[in-house]
């Protein structure tokens, strides 16, 4: 410490050798035109202009221990964003780690495996099942006539009005081949249940059009379900969508311009379990919904949207929208 | 080169020259320095936070928690460490606080920063618990529940929309926003908080030097102190890694424990499970541990008014207005012993419904009950302060009882001795009443000797001469070279480490462990650093 000379002034040992190196350091800084020592400053400002000088330019302890703590001070900075650099990973958005859509089972809502057979037919239960992701609802639905007789869902083609593209619809499952999901996200502006659901035949008239909220019908539903003969229909009450549950939920009114995915279903005739084993269509709203509707469902897939994986098996939960 | 490129830099950007206060050599203290680190631990919070940003997803908290925890790459890492961060803030600007009442700077020209100050505490409050109900499990949602039913019973349900938005439809953009919103907030105060403090009035002097209000430092004076490049810079790195690093390697290490019941709230960094599940009913809800004395206060009879009125609005009221109460200039905790006595008696009683809050959430609590647990440390803590003799105290005494470890201490031994009473009280056995005596014992001695103690202290400190503590201190600073060259060799293996743990799954948090470690050991260079570079054998308080 230079200042030492000044702090202990009956300080016998003056002339170290640490002491010349400070010197010597020190005059050689004054004479530099960097950092010239202003003498005038020294007079006006005294000792403390003497004390700062001396403290910036030269330093307490000597410059090669300085600047070799420096060099482990630096390396140790240096280490420690090496130790950082993998962490960056975290800005890496995780990738989709589901790589195909799993085969999920179904279950009913006391969580045992829901038999083909015995599911009601154009129940008016609202029944939905996440798939293929925790956030993506899908009714199941058993469709039948008039009379209730379950009927044969035919595959057919499918046509997405935005685009004019079309997808391969592959019909109904069950032993009647009457069974058939389709996501119960509206894909207008995204509705889910009770505001869209099935409306099963006895509901299809129009009386049902002054009925309250979310069991309303618009004329145009009606009218759109009579002229293509359809004796169901799956409707949203939020803004009059209405689609055609026979022909895999193609578009009978606006405002929506696309059909509700399908989701493909398997009736395994052993069990007469029905299993969830993909999609097709365009992927659940709002997937689709900027304006760039594509044909892949499996953008479906993206778990940062609608969370993670259902796994190997989903659960049904129930609501009956008509007992309110 | 290098040499030339800094002396580029240096004239571009002139550090000695800034504005900040220039910290004289005896004021290197963590003591002096809370505010730092509660700095320290904001800044942490906002970088994490950000972090967590870009993968949150209000419309599917809860999804989005375990996306985060599971799938995103040192997610898990990032998240725990955020909520310690948050925890380390609370903490940290609650001793910031106590500290600054026991020195009296809240006085005279100081009154300002201190409003500031209690202020922002409330929105760190604010700000975590709103960040915790983000989370969405079972826990999160009973919390806005019991929060949302506190507003509507004090008449203020119009808040719980404008706060929570669309909270109970599982719609958290409203809380989001608000977190955020409370942050900025924060933020905006601290720049004001640091602006007066830290620029006009400067950190306050020691007792010594000044013991009345108003203390600062004259501003011709402070110029002969250090200027905040590089001296400063260098210790408030210390002080910033080594708060970063505790606060990686609580979390992330803790995530490989299980708890009992009573731990979850302070130790557990992981969600509950969700709400709507089946595992969700057999989960014993709490409330955020720093919410736990609200939580146990609104157990006591009386309306919710009245409870609330108890847990919040009194302490925050007194603490606003504490600066235009306690007008005296006298900045000893003796020479304003009431002040003193209430700051003490806020931290026993904020610490014991804490515990209670935890130990028996919701159960009723009776009038006689309360006298039982609040009633002791009152009248303990009460004597000890007012029997002590100021005239003994006086002479030379500098610190005395405001330094934070002896008040830590003399707070843990009256909170013990109070609790034993309680104990005493419920099982009126032979044993406890030994324990009630032992603890009452050296809670009186303790209070006694206390002061007296630091005095003698500091006299042999200063019997040793100069040329003694110049040769004792470069023996120290040798040690601490070799401390530093030690530490960097520790720290490459570590680093190595680091680029082979899995960025997801089991292992992923022990990054965060090793991260901490690394940044425990780079604030321990800069402390090092600091204490070769610029230590001095005496550092007068001036
Ligand atoms: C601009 C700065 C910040 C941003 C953008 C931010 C953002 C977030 C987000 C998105 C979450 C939800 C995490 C999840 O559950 O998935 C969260 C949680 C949280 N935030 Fe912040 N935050 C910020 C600053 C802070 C600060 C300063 C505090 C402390 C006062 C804080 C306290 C919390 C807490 C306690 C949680 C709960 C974390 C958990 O339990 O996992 N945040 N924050
Ligand atoms: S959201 Fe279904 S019709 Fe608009």
Redesign the pocket.
Known sequence: MPLRFRLNGRDKQILESTDLAFLYKLVRVMKNPKTKFNEVDFVTKGEDYLFNYVNNNVGGVDEGRRNFLKGILIGVAVTTVAGIVPGLRVLIPPVQSVSGFPKTLILDSSGNPIKASTLPVNSPIIMVFPYPLQNEINFLLNLGDENGNPVEVPPTTVVVPQTGDKYQFPGGVGPNKSIVAYSAICQHLGCTPPYIHFYPPKYVNISQVTAPEPNKLTVQAVQAAKSAKVPAIIHCDCHGSTYDPYHGAAVLTGPTVRPLPTIVLEWDSSTDYLYAIGAVGVPTYPMSSNGVPSNDPSADLDESQFGASVGDKTEISETNPFSS | MGNRVSNWFKERINMEDLPFFRTPDYMYHVGDWLGALVAAA?FY??IS??I??LY?DPAA?YQ??ET?INKVPYGSVV??S??Y??YA??ILAFVHMFRNYFVGAYKKPREIVWILGVLMLAL?LG??FL??S???DVLAVSAVDVGAGILGSLGLSSLVPILFGNYSAGDYTRV?AM??IL??L?GLLFLIHFFLADLQYGMMPSRKVKDKAPAVYPKSEWQKFNPWWPRNFIYMMSLIFLTWGFILIIPNALVYFTFPQIANPFLN?K?APPPNSPAAATVTTYP?WFFLFVYKIADFPGSVLVDMTIALFIPLIYLLVVPFIDRSPYLHPLKRRVFTWIGILMMIYLIQSSLWGDLAPGVPVSMSEILEVYLPPAIITGLGIFLIPWEKVSKGLSKGMSNPPTMLAFTFVTLAFASSMIYFLTTLSLASLATVISLGSIFVILAKLLTPYVMRAQQDENAVSVEEASKVLEKKKRIAQIIMIILFIVAIPIVVTMWTIPPTGYYSNLFGVDLGVLFLILGEEFSLYHYVVYKKPVEKEE
Do not use: D, E
């Open positions: 904001f919070t906002v936070g950000l967590i940003l949150y908290g989005s928690t985060i998240l725990y955020h909520l961060g948050a803030m609370i760190t700000a975590s960040g915790y983000l989370i969405g989001l977190h955020i942050v900025a924060i960094p969600p955020p």
